[in-house]
């Protein structure tokens, strides 16, 4: 069963930095990509930033997170990083780590998610 955890979230101050973790276990392929979404209170949940699965994977990034939020993944610990720098209030929310099955083209699997809260 694949299962996804996350960890790293937490209260901080604007502009302030914070790092998120999602570690991946009983996954038997290696090669998938994977990706961070958030839901803020009232919204829908809207795609942060994604990741392939090779070293030279291009990530991509929302546009409102462009500059200041970096993807980056550890195959030896299957685990993949949000790092969040200048963050702003408008970036709390709910942070959820997802992967899609063997050949999907749909993030299938999904963490619990862990809160972030940017205060002013």
């Known amino acids: 069963q694949v299962r996804l955890v996350e960890s790293g979230g937490g209260v901080v101050q604007a502009g302030g930095p914070l790092r998120l973790s999602c570690a991946a276990s009983?996954?038997?392929?290696?090669?998938?990509?994977m990706g961070w979404f958030r839901q803020a209170p009232g919204k829908e949940r809207e795609f942060v930033a994604s990741?392939?699965?090779?070293?030279?994977?291009?990530?991509y990034y929302a546009d409102s997170v462009t500059g200041r939020f970096t993807i980056s993944r550890e195959h030896a610990k299957n685990t993949v990083y949000l790092q969040m720098d200048s963050l702003k209030p408008e970036d709390t929310a709910v942070y959820y780590c997802?992967?899609?099955?063997?050949?999907?083209?749909?993030?299938?699997?999904w963490g619990q998610g862990t809160q972030v809260t940017v205060s002013s």
């Open positions: 009983g996954r038997t392929d290696s090669t998938y990509p």
């Open positions: 990741i392939g699965w090779t070293s030279i994977s291009y990530p």
């Open positions: 997802a992967a899609p099955r063997m050949g999907s083209p749909e993030w299938d699997y």
